[in-house]
C-alpha cells in the first residue's frame, strides 16, 4: 500500500515562528525559535507578541512530508522588522 497522499487529503504543514536580535557585529542571530507551531492563527498571534521584544520576527508555513523529504514553498503569514531573506 502506498503511503502517497490522496488528491482530496490535506498535506501536513510546518509551521513556524522565528525572532531576530542583532549581536555586537550586526548580524541577525535567533532570538527565539525556530519555534513549530499548531496552527497559522498561533503562530501569527505568537509573532505579533514577540515583535516588540526582538529586533525582528517571522511566522511561516508550508506544506511538508518530511517522510520523503517533500516540502513546499514557504508562505509568510508574518513579518515585523529585519529578518534574514529566506532560502
Known amino acids: 500500500m502506498s503511503d502517497a497522499l490522496l488528491p482530496q487529503q490535506k498535506?501536513?504543514?510546518?509551521i513556524?515562528?522565528?525572532?531576530?536580535?542583532?549581536g555586537e557585529d550586526g548580524e541577525l542571530?535567533?532570538?527565539?525559535?525556530?519555534?513549530?507551531?499548531?496552527?497559522?492563527?498561533r503562530a501569527i498571534?505568537?509573532?505579533?507578541?514577540?515583535a516588540s521584544k526582538h529586533v525582528g520576527v517571522i511566522a511561516w508555513?508550508?506544506?511538508?512530508?518530511?517522510?520523503?523529504?517533500?516540502?513546499g514553498p514557504p508562505k509568510?503569514?508574518?513579518v515585523s522588522?529585519?529578518?534574514?531573506?529566506?532560502e
Do not use: C, H, W
Request: glycine share 6%; aromatic share 10%.
Open 11 to 14: 498535506r501536513p504543514k510546518l
Open 16 to 22: 513556524v515562528v522565528v525572532a531576530f536580535d542583532r
Open 29 to 41: 542571530f535567533p532570538a527565539f525559535g525556530p519555534a513549530d507551531q499548531q496552527s497559522e492563527e
Open 45 to 50: 498571534r505568537t509573532a505579533k507578541a514577540l
Open 61 to 71: 508555513s508550508r506544506e511538508a512530508n518530511p517522510d520523503i523529504g517533500e516540502y
Open 76 to 78: 509568510t503569514l508574518f
Open 81 to 86: 522588522g529585519d529578518v534574514p531573506d529566506m
